[in-house]
């Protein structure tokens, strides 16, 4: 039963935190682009790496 309990949390979680922690970085990194170029930067920046194209 407590095997049952472990995956069952395991197989989302090992999913969800990489996928959560991608989006968080990607926040930063446009973050950090837009406080070097001074301006919104929404329709500059690539959405899949973050950087400006």
Request: aromatic fraction near 12%; glycine fraction near 6%.
């Amino acid at each position: 039963m407590k095997i049952e309990l472990f995956f069952t949390l395991l197989i989302p979680g090992a999913i969800l935190l990489p996928l959560m922690s991608y989006f968080v970085f990607l926040g930063i990194q446009v973050k950090r682009q837009e406080k070097r170029a001074k301006k919104d930067l929404t329709n500059d920046i690539n959405p899949f790496t973050g950087n400006r194209s």
